[in-house]
């Protein structure tokens, strides 16, 4: 089955500067990879998600890359703000399920 | 609205009583699973349902059974809860189409087993 790794697990940034996830996954055959936010004491919810035939999607200050060769997909957050604090997964799921597989979560703290 | 929700939102228990943590979708999602969440773990797939009587096992099945007699609802049951069952956990929906891949998740179950 897939496996997904996600890190770092914590990531502590100042308010401005630029955050990055990274997941690699196992199964070539995945093709779409979507991205969970949770904030504290919240569910998690869809921020961004990217398919195997694009390379990068951004949507505001957020964006995802895709390296399918490399079997790693990373997500960009700039100009990070207080409010970005949160738990964020990744997760990717392959061409024949409909079930993804998720990442262990990183813990985003943006300091003001 | 277009919602998941799930019921009880806690719930602290003793070794052995069963249990039951409910789960409805007003989405017409075919796909609906249950997940665990605990620290330094993410969120760990218990069992899922394709459609009405239709389920399998995720990663963490042990302990846990599911139903899923209507489209909607797909109630979680711990038959003997442990312990080791104290956890968060989050029922989700889909659509089971190509261009519908968002999972909605409902707002948890914080479950403490004594």
């Known amino acids: 089955g897939e496996n997904v790794e996600q890190h770092p697990s914590t990531l502590s940034v100042q308010e401005g500067d630029s955050a990055v996830i990274k997941c690699t996954y196992s199964?070539?055959?995945?093709?779409?990879f979507p991205w969970y936010k949770q904030e504290l004491g919240k569910r998690p919810q869809l921020i961004i998600d990217?398919?195997?035939?694009?390379g990068e999607k951004k949507d505001q200050r957020i964006a995802v890359t895709l390296n399918k060769t490399a079997k790693h997909f990373s997500l960009h957050i700039t100009e990070t703000q207080p409010e970005d604090s949160a738990v964020y997964f990744c997760?990717?799921?392959?061409?024949?399920?409909?079930?993804?597989?998720f990442g262990r979560g990183t813990s985003l703290i943006v300091h003001p | 609205e277009a919602q998941v929700t799930q019921n009880p939102r806690y719930l602290i228990t003793v070794t052995g009583k069963k249990l039951t943590v409910t789960c409805s979708q007003n989405?017409?999602?075919?796909?609906m699973s249950w997940y665990r969440q605990d620290p330094g773990l993410g969120l760990r797939q218990i069992y899922y349902?394709?459609?009405?009587?239709?389920?399998d096992k995720g990663d963490v099945p042990e302990g846990y059974k599911v139903s899923r007699k209507e489209k909607r609802n797909f109630p979680l049951i711990l038959e003997s809860p442990s312990p080791n069952q104290t956890s968060l956990y989050f029922c989700?929906?889909?659509?089971?189409?190509?261009?519908?891949?968002?999972?909605?998740f409902g707002p948890g179950t914080r479950l403490t087993v004594t």
């Open positions: 989700a929906s889909s659509l089971l189409q190509p261009s519908s891949d968002e999972q909605y």
């Open positions: 199964d070539s055959a995945s093709n779409y």
């Open positions: 990217i398919r195997s035939n694009v």
């Open positions: 997760a990717a799921r392959s061409g024949g399920s409909y079930i993804p597989t």
């Open positions: 989405m017409n999602h075919e796909y």
């Open positions: 349902s394709m459609n009405v009587e239709v389920t």
